[in-house]
Nanobody, 125 residues
Framework: QVQLVESGGGLVQAGDSLRLSCAAS????????QGWFRQAPGKEREFVAA????????YYSDTVRGRFTISRDNAKNTAYLQMNTLKPEDTAVYYC??????????????????WGQGTQVTVSS
């Protein structure tokens, strides 16, 4: 069973950048599609970005497309979310998720079986 641990969150100013990491235990990380979601206070958890297990396809929400980049290094069992030009509305707890199932819409929370504990990102204006 893969376990996920996020890191890299913090407090930054608007316009700054952060890179989140999602480290996965186990040797089968390359068999999982991976996604990033976020949840702001008082709001539903929402999709941010996803990447297929091969790394060949990526998907983004409209709110982050062009500013965030998802990537993965299967040799290091780690996925990343590079966040540039951060805005106060990006403030949230960011969660990584993984699924080994095939044929799912990886932009949907329900497609994921495995979740990390989350890392806080706070962007001040």
């Amino acid at each position: 069973q893969v376990q996920l641990v996020e890191s890299g969150g913090g407090l930054v100013q608007a316009g700054d950048s952060l890179r989140l990491s999602c480290a996965a235990s186990g040797r089968t990380f390359r068999s999982y599609d991976q996604g990033w979601f976020r949840q702001a206070p008082g709001k539903e958890r929402e999709f941010v970005a996803a990447i297929t297990r091969s790394g060949l396809s990526t998907y983004y929400s409209d709110t982050v497309r062009g500013r965030f980049t998802i990537s993965r290094d299967n040799a290091k069992n780690t996925a990343y979310l590079q966040m540039n030009t951060l805005k106060p509305e990006d403030t949230a707890v960011y969660y990584c998720a993984a699924t080994g199932d095939w044929g799912l819409n990886i932009a949907l929370m329900g497609s994921y079986r495995l979740w990390g504990q989350g890392t806080q990102v706070t962007v001040s204006s």
